[in-house]
Antibody, heavy 122, light 108 residues
Framework: EVQLVESGGGLVQPGRSLRLSCTAS????????MSWVRQAPGKGLEWVGF??????????EYAASVKGRFTISRDDSKSIAYLQMNSLKTEDTAVYYC?????????????WGKGTTVTVSS | SSELTQDPAVSVALGQTVRITCQGD??????ASWYQQKPGQAPVLVIY???NRPSGIPDRFSGSSSGNTASLTITGAQAEDEADYYC???????????FGGGTKLTVL
């Protein structure tokens, strides 16, 4: 069974950093791109960014709202994707979801984790 | 433009057909995917590509596209279909993802 589990969320002060992890199982992690999506309280889904597989250079893309502050990386040996969040703002408060891209079906965010909550507040 | 526009809310009588739309310039070049989200749960993919359903998604869900508009149709809506629905595609660059604002579906 394909499964994604996010961890690392919590309460953090504005300006501080936090790293989220997404642990994958049930598929060959290194063969697929992975993405992050967030949802602020009571709001819609917002695409945060994604990381390509090593076969496609392992490069990353980010939403304008997080570019320069957030970094996505991956450790294929551990089947983990990371979201490093620096210079956090109150507006980064959200549930953060990790998704796979194209594992079960082509070209879509097909499997989602249950999410981890990040609260940025003083 | 990197925006996708959805109606905030739509309602449908039980057993009737409802269409949820998503508009955006990038939809002229890229297919939309559709996600269902129920309160307190992670989104679930219901439609991808031209008109494809992942395993386990009922065949009352279908997708279509014309010009700059993608549509999700539920034929014979059930009470359990009441949820928020989001469209997703790429922006005009093709490198960034983008979501519509979401449509809250109420089944009467």
């Amino acid at each position: 069974e394909v499964q994604l589990v996010e961890s690392g969320g919590g309460l953090v002060q504005p300006g501080r950093s936090l790293r989220l992890s997404c642990t994958a199982s049930g598929f060959t992690f290194g063969d697929y791109a992975m993405s992050w999506v967030r949802q602020a309280p009571g709001k819609g889904l917002e695409w945060v960014g994604f990381i390509r597989s090593k076969a496609y250079g392992g490069t990353t893309e980010y939403a304008a709202s997080v570019k320069g502050r957030f970094t996505i990386s991956r450790d294929d040996s551990k089947s983990i994707a990371y979201l490093q969040m620096n210079s956090l703002k109150t507006e980064d408060t959200a549930v953060y979801y990790c998704t796979s891209l194209g594992v079960v079906v082509p070209a879509a965010m097909d499997v989602w984790g249950k999410g981890t909550t990040v609260t940025v507040s003083s | 433009s990197s925006e996708l526009t959805q109606d905030p809310a739509v309602s449908v009588a039980l057993g009737q057909t409802v269409r949820i739309t998503c508009q955006g310039d990038s939809l002229r070049s890229y297919y939309a995917s559709w996600y269902q989200q129920k309160p307190g749960q992670a989104p679930v993919l219901v439609i991808y590509g031209k008109n494809n359903r992942p395993s386990g998604i009922p065949d009352r869900f279908s997708g279509s596209s014309s010009g700059n508009t993608a549509s999700l149709t539920i034929t014979g809506a059930q009470a359990e279909d009441e949820a928020d629905y989001y469209c997703n595609s790429r922006d005009s660059s093709g490198n960034h993802g983008v979501f519509g604002g979401g449509t809250k579906l109420t089944v009467l």
